[in-house]
């Protein structure tokens, strides 16, 4: 079937915009995660889902950014007046709610000008 | 746990050489250890993992070694090859999860490159 599916690939925006980034888990799938990697660095957690909620919102680097889940399906980050220090791939990885495997995306590469 | 230190950040071995990559962890309660590897400009993908009731799991030539004493566990490769080059990613379960899905702590991952 279907993997987990990210849009867009590649977002190159200017310092100041606000963007949104998304993530298509793979069906079924009711626990979505949100991950950063910068470059030549780990996974960094950011937030996760479970269905529509997310319990655990500390990983957010600021209030800049936030996310949604609508339907425990899709997902939406948003980061708000991006930073130069905001680049990065934006990966999100889902699984089933009470498994331990997470299946990742292929990320979408964010640049900030 | 929520601290995953993973050593080396370079690792480079000849091909038909062993591998091994570390990883310390600093919750005592934490018990599921994945390793992920990622091939350049591609997505993470688990090749094995390990949980705390057991000490060592084998796929192929693949393997993994836990200690719970000293909180640290390991991949081993065997017989490598070229196409075992890429980052390899540890991780641990994070501290003060809440929920009941699987929120995972990873290390800062080791480049590998098997040179043939």
Known sequence: GAGVSQSPSNKVTEKGKDVELRCDPISGHTALYWYRQSLGQGLEFLIYFQ????????????????????????????????QQEDSAVYLCASSW?????????PGTRLTVL | ??????????????EGDSAVIKCTYSDSASNYFPWYKQELG??????????????????????VTLNKTAKH???????TQPEDSAVYFCAAPRERT???????????????????
């Open chain 1, 97 to 105: 709610g009470g498994s331990d495997t997470q299946y990742f995306g």
């Open chain 2, 98 to 116: 809440s929920g009941s899905a699987r929120q995972l702590t990873f290390g800062s991952g080791t480049q590998l490159t098997v040179l043939p």
């Open chain 1, 51 to 82: 269905g529509n909620s997310a319990p655990d919102k500390s990983g957010l680097p600021s209030d800049r950014f936030s996310a949604e889940r609508t339907g425990g399906s899709v997902s939406t980050l948003t980061i708000q007046r991006t």
């Open chain 2, 73 to 79: 566990f390991s991949l081993h490769i065997t017989e």
């Open chain 2, 1 to 14: 746990g929520e601290n995953v230190e993973q050593h080396p950040s370079t690792l480079s071995v000849q």
């Open chain 2, 42 to 63: 591609k997505r993470p993908q688990l090749i094995i993992d390990i949980r705390s009731n057991v000490g060592e799991k084998k796929d192929q030539r693949i393997a």
